[in-house]
């Protein structure tokens, strides 16, 4: 056997292979996780506008009504059913409230729901699938059962009884929906912790000695981030379109407190003689959960450590 | 004669199969079954065998990555196999290991200073000590000190690798099981990470365990060599006792497929090709196990397992009819009649 190379031929192969890596692209600096992950973020356009969108929205959302001198309760005496003007933007609605406050203030209300929906969803079903994942064994079993059974149930079903019984409020509403919603990230997640606990960076762990809580809170957890964002993301546009369903079949929040899904359902009759009073609405909608999902696709490459696009 | 680093006796390492409802066990895999070897003080193993014949599974069974079902392993004459947990913890200092897969056993949110740190602050050295290790071992397998902060997926798999080795490295070990160590890599890389383990195991004073597929990388950097075939060693020997005079018909097969670098002498080479394809672990043939491809099996083969027994000084073969010098694999087929599959190399 020839021998394979000298102490300096192998340092000079090994600062060649470093120039080819900055050839390629990579910074001579070392950058942060942060950074990179931004990095790789700036690379999606779409998902940057929706990310300004959602922030002009809620914004607008929380901050509009506040500005406005009309509250979304207020009736105006004599106004009703004004077109858009300067004073009233949206116009007025049947009995003679200020629409643009009312819809800025369902918006405001449906976005509290998503975002509540999506952080309980999140928190029951990463905690539930982490656990199942993670011990596997009979517990794996008995959570895994619990989770398939609250998926098979019909949710709409569900939805019709409970929402009638306890129904109506804010935070009843983000409560039932994210008890139907819970099972899918609890799948995902427990897919990620049984595929990261074998995987060869864990073994490595392990051989170093490391306890099962190092290896699931420093190993596992910060690797599972990525998907379970995406996840929370995708989350928050699917509840925003189940909220505004749910409180267009009155089964959500109850009038006078305006939701995007009730003021639809306010104005369905009208949509031949006043459109804009249902698109509106609708249109806020459609663009939350758009921007959400596409925010969810550009995180999905962006919190990848592994992923090149763009380079 | 002195005490060998590590003791392996009788190993098995069974997974069950579970099938249906109930999750019932329908059978059973040997994935490891039976394997007794020994490495010592400074000495390189080699185990090499095809995909799916138990070595990778015998590596992390030896360091309780896996829990073995039977059988012992013994550390410099104390039992790792019956350690409890913490006494484990303490001889996984001693016991370290190397991945094939160089992308992912690092893991990907961690700076590659803390991926090499962990193992020294698992073991409760503060940070700013295990820093200062750190910065000295990236030199030592040809790094810079300022790669500490990047993450692993700004390395090339060939850095990625010494990264993998300056962490088994950082505890101080006295053994390392090499896993495929430079199979994910290229052949040039390969040469430079097979010399850097040169390197560190003449520094360190280091046993190995060099687990392979490439016989001639396995030639090249071991002492002695374990054949495996089927979960249990069929052939162990000196280096080159095992590459010149091969005892059982499976390592003859196997060193047929060997390129040589001599262009005459490659002309002329012809590849041994072996019947059928490697059995199921969880259903080994019976008697020998190879006897479902081996060129020269006979009954008694096909009913009684042989015993790994010394045919030469320090060469053990698992087999009734084994070959040597001047008696090699071809001369017993025809001895016995029968035809033998021999194809130009240059073909395949």
Same mark, same amino acid.
């Given at each position: 056997m020839t021998d394979l190379g000298s102490r300096q031929q192998l340092e000079m192969a090994i600062e060649a292979e470093a120039a080819a890596l900055e050839a390629e692209g990579l910074d001579i600096e070392a950058r942060s996780m942060r950074r990179q992950t931004w990095d790789r973020f700036r690379k999606h356009p779409v998902a940057v506008v929706s990310l300004f969108l959602l922030l002009a929205l809620t914004t607008a959302f929380w901050v509009g009504p506040w500005l406005s001198p009309y509250t979304y309760d207020q009736v105006l005496a004599g106004l009703p059913n004004e077109g858009p003007s300067l004073s009233h933007p949206f116009g007025t609605d049947q009995?003679?409230?200020?629409l643009m406050v009312r819809v800025f203030t369902g918006g405001q209300i449906s976005m509290t729901i998503a975002i509540v929906v999506a952080l309980l969803t999140t928190f029951i079903g990463t905690v539930i699938g982490a656990v199942a994942g993670f011990f596997g064994g009979w517990v794996d079993n008995v959570l895994s059962a619990l989770t398939n059974l609250f998926l098979i149930v019909p949710g709409l079903l569900v939805l019709l009884v409970v929402a009638i019984k306890w129904g109506g409020g804010v935070y009843s509403t983000a409560v039932i929906l994210a008890l139907l919603a819970w099972p899918v990230i609890a799948r995902v997640v427990r897919g990620l912790f049984i595929q990261f606990k074998e995987q060869e960076f864990v073994q490595a762990a392990i051989a170093a000695g490391a306890k099962p809580g190092r290896i699931m809170f420093r190993h596992i957890i910060p690797n599972t981030f990525g998907p379970i964002i995406v996840n929370a993301t995708l989350a928050v546009g699917a509840a925003i379109v189940i909220e505004s369903t749910l409180s267009f079949l009155g089964l959500g929040v109850r009038p006078p407190t305006p939701s995007l899904g009730n003021i639809i359902q306010d104005y369905r009759g009208a949509i031949d003689s006043d459109p804009t009073k249902v698109l509106l609405p609708g249109l806020f909608v459609v663009l939350i959960t758009l921007c959400a999902n596409f925010l969810g696709d550009a995180l999905r490459d962006a919190l990848d450590p592994t992923s090149r696009r763009g380079h | 004669m002195t005490q060998p680093i590590l003791e392996v006796n009788d190993l098995k390492t069974h997974f069950p199969i579970r099938q249906g409802l109930f999750r019932r066990q329908t059978g059973t895999v040997l994935a490891v079954d039976g394997v007794t070897l020994y490495v010592d003080p400074h000495e390189t193993l080699g185990v090499v065998g095809e995909s799916g014949c138990g070595k990778t599974t015998l590596g992390r069974s030896i360091l309780r990555l896996i829990e073995p079902t039977a059988g012992t392993v013994t550390y410099r004459g104390e039992s790792v196999t019956g350690a409890d947990k913490d006494r484990m913890r303490q001889l996984r200092k001693e016991m370290q290991i190397v991945f094939q897969d160089p992308y992912a056993s690092? +893991?990907? !949110?961690?700076?590659v200073r803390d991926i090499i740190a962990e193992p020294l602050r698992i073991h409760g050295m503060d940070r700013k000590e295990a820093n200062d290790r750190v910065g000295a071992l990236l030199g030592k397998v040809g790094?810079? %000190?300022? $790669?500490? +902060? !990047?993450?692993? $997926? *700004?390395?090339s798999g060939g850095q990625r690798q010494r990264i993998g080795i300056a962490r088994a490295l950082v505890l101080d070990p006295s053994l390392i099981i090499l896993? *495929?160590? =430079? /199979? %994910?890599?290229?052949v040039s890389i390969q040469a430079q990470v097979i010399n850097l383990l040169e390197e560190i195991q003449d520094e360190f004073g280091l046993s190995f365990v060099f687990i392979a597929h490439d016989l001639s990388v396995v030639r090249h950097i071991s002492d002695r060599v374990a054949v495996m075939y089927l979960g249990q060693v069929v052939e162990l020997a000196d280096r080159n006792q095992l590459y010149e005079t091969p005892a059982h018909p499976y390592t003859s097969s196997l060193l047929s497929a060997v390129p040589v670098a001599d262009p005459n002498a490659e002309r002329e080479r012809k590849r041994i090709l072996l019947e059928g394809d490697l059995p199921s672990p969880a259903n080994p043939p019976s008697g020998c196990r190879f006897h479902t491809r081996?060129?020269? %099996?006979?009954? =008694?083969c096909r009913v009684d397992p042989p015993e790994l027994r010394e =045919? /030469? %000084?320090?060469h053990w073969a698992a087999c009734h009819f084994p070959t040597g010098p001047g008696d090699s694999l071809i001369n017993q087929v025809q001895r016995l009649g029968r035809d033998l599959r021999l194809v130009e190399a240059r073909e395949h």
């Open positions: 009995i003679g409230r200020d | 690092l +893991n990907p !949110r961690m700076p790094m810079m %000190a300022d $790669h500490g +902060n !990047r993450y692993p $997926h *700004e390395f896993d *495929e160590p =430079v /199979s %994910a890599l290229d081996c060129p020269i %099996a006979q009954d =008694v =045919v /030469s %000084a320090g």
